[in-house]
């Protein structure tokens, strides 16, 4: 069989010629198809209400694997993540609907070492302004220490007006070198 001139092309020259497999999003796609063949009747009938009715608020960082780190599975829990793992006003709005739609009653916050977030600061946002000619809406809550802005982020929680139980929320940071979790005082 002869090569066609497509097929002798790179994936990056003529797209079309991949059909699959070429980028870290084909090969998502085709993990998920096997993913499927084993998806069992349990997991189609899981309730959406999380089993153990709690909600972890943690950072994108790719280093913390959840819910395996905390014992969890699949079905026990509420996952609310973003840079830094902070609690802005659309944190606020899941945890609100996590917890007055979906029976959530405790939440765990848990920022970790290492974290991006402690090496910018709000010129971040300044810079960007610069490049593109506008200011973005939202702050970069970037932060220095890592202990303070996890007692920043539980009171931002107990405070809440919109939430139905703040009693039992506590807060940690994950080690990334020796994967525990360190809890914070919220009074120190
Ligand atoms: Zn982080």
Redesign the pocket.
């Known amino acids: 069989m002869s090569i066609s001139a497509s097929q002798a092309l790179s994936p990056s020259d003529d797209p079309a010629a991949a059909p699959s497999g070429d980028s870290v999003t084909d090969r998502i796609v085709e993990a998920n198809a096997r993913y499927a063949t084993a998806y069992t009747e349990a997991e189609a009938g899981m309730d959406a209400r999380p089993a153990q009715k709690v909600t972890v608020v943690t ?3 790719a280093r ?1 694997n959840l819910p395996e780190a905390l014992g969890l599975k699949v079905g026990d829990l509420h996952t609310l993540r973003n ?3 902070v609690i802005t006003d659309d944190v606020i709005r899941s945890l609100t609907i996590s917890q007055r739609a979906l029976g959530t009653r405790s939440v765990v916050l848990i ?2 070492s ?4 402690q090496t910018l600061t709000e010129d971040f946002r300044n810079e960007l302004a610069d490049e593109v000619g506008e200011r973005p809406n939202w702050a970069v809550e970037s932060f220095k220490d890592v202990d303070a802005d996890v007692r920043q982020s539980m009171q931002r929680v107990r405070t809440s007006p919109f939430l139905l139980h703040t009693d039992d929320v506590r807060g940690f940071v994950f080690d990334v070198k020796t994967g525990l979790l360190r809890e914070i005082d919220p009074q120190d």
């Open positions: 950072c994108m960082d913390l840079a830094g793992g920022h970790h290492g974290c991006g977030m």
